[in-house]
């Protein structure tokens, strides 16, 4: 555990280095935020979608401000990869499970870091503070999980150049089409809407809404889903990166 725990420790410095991604990570979301804020508060009362009222848009936004720990994950991976460090890590004694670990610790934190700034910043907008608001931070987390696990699975699997591409624009938009934040999936109905009940990411959504209004009753129907898919993915994960450590 103190090797994985030494090896966490290097991936957050390498994390920390790059500070114009990090950034931009935290602040993205809440430049969305404000600018629906803004939207809505210039819509009539009454008028407008219910899903951008602070109480619901500040969950989602939080969400699919996790969409970016994707990008740090696969980057970290990948350009591991492409050095002779990956070849140092091979011949040390951390097993795939140990890797995949240390690779995730450290992104932890930033999830946590993420969600408070977004409800921090959804308080200028209306959002009443409440005990609620460290439960939906901590709901984040199953779904900061699945975002890093599939970082960490196309990291193993592609280069460093297509990481960027696949978990930098596809996935974030994936998660944002099928989260139920920018508009109710079961307004489009059919394919689209069975497809938003299989993926995670409404689920998370919906869980973190149930949080913030202390509907906690509501909470685990969804969050159990979540939590599924992120065992399964980081399952996957492992087996990915010890299979690519086997053929290395």
């Known amino acids: 555990m103190t090797k994985t725990m030494l090896f966490a420790s290097r991936n957050t410095k390498e994390i920390l280095r790059d500070m114009t991604s990090l950034i931009f990570g935290i602040a993205f979301p809440i430049v969305l935020l404000i600018l629906l804020s803004a939207i809505n508060k210039s819509i009539p009362e009454g008028?407008?979608?219910d899903l951008f009222m602070?109480?619901?848009?500040?969950?989602?936004?939080?969400?699919?401000?996790?969409?970016?720990?994707?990008?740090?994950s696969a980057m970290l991976i990948s350009k591991?990869?492409?050095t002779s460090f990956v070849l140092r890590l091979f011949t040390s004694p951390l097993k795939p499970s140990h890797f995949i670990l240390g690779y995730t610790l450290p992104l932890i934190p930033m999830a946590l870091v993420q969600s408070a700034v977004c409800y921090l910043a959804a308080l200028c907008f209306g959002l009443a503070v409440s005990v609620n608001l460290l439960f939906a931070i901590v709901v984040n987390i199953p779904i900061a999980l699945v975002f890093i696990a599939l970082g960490l699975l196309f990291g193993t699997l592609l280069s460093d150049k297509a990481v960027g591409g696949v978990c930098g624009a596809l996935l974030t938009n994936l998660s944002a089409w099928f989260s139920n934040i920018?508009?109710?999936?079961?307004?489009?109905?059919?394919?689209?809407?069975?497809?938003?009940?299989?993926?995670p990411f409404s689920h998370a959504v919906n869980a973190g809404r149930a949080a913030v209004s202390?509907?906690?009753?509501a909470v685990f129907p969804d969050l159990w889903w979540v939590i599924g898919y992120a065992i399964v993915l980081?399952?996957?994960?492992?087996?990915?990166?010890?299979a690519k450590l086997r053929k290395n």
């Open 80 to 82: 591991d990869r492409t």
């Open 182 to 199: 920018w508009f109710d999936t079961a307004m489009v109905g059919g394919v689209f809407k069975t497809a938003a009940d299989i993926l």
């Open 54 to 72: 602070i109480e619901k848009l500040a969950p989602g936004i939080s969400v699919f401000g996790l969409s970016f720990l994707s990008l740090f």
């Open 47 to 49: 008028a407008g979608p």
């Open 214 to 217: 202390g509907n906690y009753a």
């Open 234 to 242: 980081l399952i996957v994960a492992i087996i990915v990166f010890s």
